[in-house]
């Protein structure tokens, strides 16, 4: 099991060569097996989990299971699929028939799901092993993982520093050595921001490219699935995997879905990589915008066309994600009323069916959940509705077709994926200064586009080496293009 460099001058998170394709190959070829694989992640979580807190519940005997059922099959000459050998972990919001599904919340503390979501299904069928259900903020609703009814998740690069989130436990899981890749749910930028602070990489394809089936609903128009890994290649197989039409999930696109790494990287010399003005400001802290210059400096170097590109509408992102997000959440969270699953409030004597429902939800959600749905309910009400919701629709277009027009003149954009390192547990708890983390990372799912967060790096702060991301965002639907060119970037980030 690799654990991650620390070193302060290292720009290269994992040893390159232990990437997904050669553990699932040294499997395959009799040198190691799933099950002695998965002991030594599960040696892994028992002795860090008390202090990182990145799983809720690991699936012991369920994974030895699996583990073992990939072996035997491997041993009788069958082939148990692309992603045999294995171990995965998978954010708490995802619908497993094996274990809890929580949301991180009191609300859902001893749900147990009838049915697996389809991501859960298609890992199953390619070979992989769940090792266990990772925390997360409540109902994916917070950027740091400190909002997890269960307590917060904490950095392996410092244990008081936050992970990011709300996909804090994936990244946690994967940047800890404890599993080879973990699925995290992206609504803002929730599986990116945690890849960036933790020090590995977080994918979030176009919206419809991977089945929604079995995620718990956060914001509908906006969620998607998505892999946290150790590379761009494993991002790539995973996504593979994933990908695909599904007839439970109506928005799935059908279009067919090629290998992403087929031919390797892209020829450097070839790329025309758009830097947003936007994304290149004084409020990023001084080691993201050095290492992102380094990067710069070094497409430059082999061949790459660097354009300047304006994103005039960045921050409205911000207020055009916190008017549509919460309103969906509004919606989405209406259906816990402790009456038909879910945690219930005592009943009173005398009490009325509506007051059970308000101290139902009072007892059941988070601070930041409830002030989510007051937030939602006040944008959708009569006399609110076209002042905000209706008019944020109308924003989201503008930023939408902002991208299309910076895609004719660029392959892909590069900026960071968060302005700073990982921050202090509580330092940002006040929501205002805790949503501007995603000032980067929103607007790619405002417009449904696919982006990708790979390590930048590490910078100092404060005495700590910390890891930085660095984001690219493609057309929608140039997935293959996008992972070819992260895989370009990531190379050139290694030896930068």
């Not at 394809?205 to 991977?210: D, K, L, N, V």
């Not at 209706?390 to 895609?407: G, N, P, S």
């Not at 330092?427 to 790619?444: F, H, Q």
Request: hydrophobic share 35%.
């Amino acid at each position: 099991m690799t654990t991650p460099s620390t070193d302060p001058n290292s720009s290269s998170f994992f040893d390159p060569g232990d990437d997904l394709t050669t553990r699932v190959q040294s499997v395959r070829d009799g040198k190691t097996t799933t099950s002695l694989r998965l002991e030594s992640m599960l040696t892994a979580a028992e002795s860090t989990n008390p202090s990182l807190h990145a799983f809720h519940e690991v699936l012991t005997d369920f994974a030895r299971a699996t583990a073992a059922s990939v072996d035997a099959r491997l041993a009788a000459g069958e082939d148990p699929g692309p992603l045999a050998g294995s171990v995965i972990a998978v954010k708490d919001n995802i619908c497993t028939t094996e274990g809890r599904t929580t949301c991180g919340s009191r609300m859902l503390e001893n749900y147990r799901s009838p049915f697996d979501a389809t991501v859960i299904t298609r890992l199953l069928d390619a070979g992989a092993t769940l090792i266990g259900k990772t925390n997360m903020d409540e109902f994916a609703m917070g950027s740091s993982t400190e909002t997890c009814a269960w307590g917060p998740v904490r950095n392996p690069h410092g244990i008081n520093r936050v992970p990011g989130g709300s996909s804090g436990g994936s990244a946690v899981a994967v940047a800890a050595g404890i599993a080879d890749a973990a699925l995290g749910s992206d609504t803002g930028g929730s599986i990116r921001q945690p890849a960036a602070f933790c020090g590995c990489v977080g994918f979030k394809p176009t919206y419809g490219r991977i089945s929604r089936f079995g995620l718990v609903a956060f914001g509908s128009s906006l969620d998607q699935i998505g892999p946290l890994t150790r590379s761009v290649r494993d991002a790539a197989a995973i996504y593979e995997v994933l990908a695909g039409v599904d007839s439970n999930d109506a928005t799935t696109s059908d279009l067919p879905v090629e290998p992403s790494m087929a031919d390797g990287p892209f020829d450097p010399a070839s790329l025309r990589v758009g830097i947003p003005r936007e994304h290149y400001t004084t409020r990023n802290h001084p080691g993201v915008t050095e290492r992102l210059e380094r990067i710069i400096d070094s497409l430059r170097a082999v061949g790459a066309t660097i354009i300047d590109i304006d994103l005039p509408l960045t921050d409205y992102g911000i207020s055009t994600y916190y008017v549509i997000a919460p309103a969906e959440a509004s919606s989405n969270l209406s259906r816990y009323d402790g009456i038909r699953y879910g945690y219930r409030a005592d009943p009173r004597p005398g009490e009325g069916l509506e007051e059970l429902y308000a101290r139902t939800r009072s007892e059941g959600f988070g601070p930041e959940v409830q002030r989510r749905i007051m937030l939602g309910t006040y944008v959708l009400s009569a006399g609110y509705y076209g002042a905000y919701y209706k008019r944020a629709l109308q924003v989201r277009r503008l930023i939408k077709q902002e991208f299309d027009a910076a895609f004719t003149k660029c392959d892909v954009l590069l900026g960071p994926t968060s302005p700073h390192p990982a921050f202090q547990i509580g330092a940002k708890l006040e929501p205002i200064s805790m949503y501007l983390n995603d000032v980067y990372t929103v607007n790619a799912n405002i417009a449904g586009i696919p982006a990708i967060s790979i390590p930048g790096g590490m910078v100092e702060e404060n005495g700590e080496a910390l890891p930085i991301g660095l984001q690219l965002q493609a057309p929608a639907f140039h997935e293959t293009s996008l992972l070819r060119i992260a895989s370009t970037i990531e190379s050139l980030v290694r030896s930068a």
